[in-house]
């Protein structure tokens, strides 16, 4: 097994720890625009990043535990975000209505599509490898907390869980 790139991944994660993520506006698939600045104030808010398809394809696995973990929490958020600004113009429809006919009712305001700021988010996690998700848990405050570029495994899983329930705490 190669421990490089999830060493990597790691300290790369850790440089983003403890600083304000960056501005994040787009819309929900129930067609509802907002910001993480609106969406996450003063919330734990969980985000799972999709930069690719096959990145968006693996996320479900983090957002359905998060949920199951601390959806009726009224102090938590979360989103999957699909970034669509390489996406043109005229295909991007045909994403989202795909997107949205494959999300169920229910997760519909948890998925954010966003159409700007791709590359300023891709530096902010360090994006290796855009075929998986990098997910990363904000405080209230915006700061970053937890951060993991990879698909969904039990053991980061549990880290997440604990990071958040720590900031959960009354």
Same mark, same amino acid.
């Given at each position: 097994m190669n421990l490089r790139l999830p060493i990597a991944i790691l300290i790369a994660v850790a440089a983003c720890a403890q600083t304000v993520a960056p501005a994040l506006r787009g819309e929900t698939l129930d067609g509802r625009k907002t910001t993480l600045a609106e969406a996450g104030a003063g919330k734990t808010t969980l985000l799972v990043l999709g930069f690719s398809k096959k990145a968006g394809d693996v996320s479900? +696995?983090?957002?359905?535990? =998060? !949920? +199951?973990? =601390?959806? !009726?929490?009224?102090?938590a958020n979360y989103f999957v975000v699909a970034f669509l600004e390489d996406a043109p113009g005229l295909v991007r429809g045909m994403i989202k209505s795909a997107m949205r006919s494959g999300t169920p009712q229910a997760q519909r305001p948890h998925f954010l599509v966003v159409t700007s700021d791709e590359a300023v988010w891709k530096k902010f996690v360090h994006v290796e490898d855009d075929k998986v998700p990098c997910v990363v848990l904000l405080d209230g405050a915006g700061k970053v907390r937890w951060a993991w570029n990879g698909e969904f495994e039990a053991a980061h899983y549990s880290a997440l869980k604990e990071a958040a329930a720590a900031l959960l705490k009354p």
């Open positions: 479900n +696995a983090w957002r359905d535990h =998060f !949920a +199951a973990d =601390f959806g !009726a929490d009224s102090r």
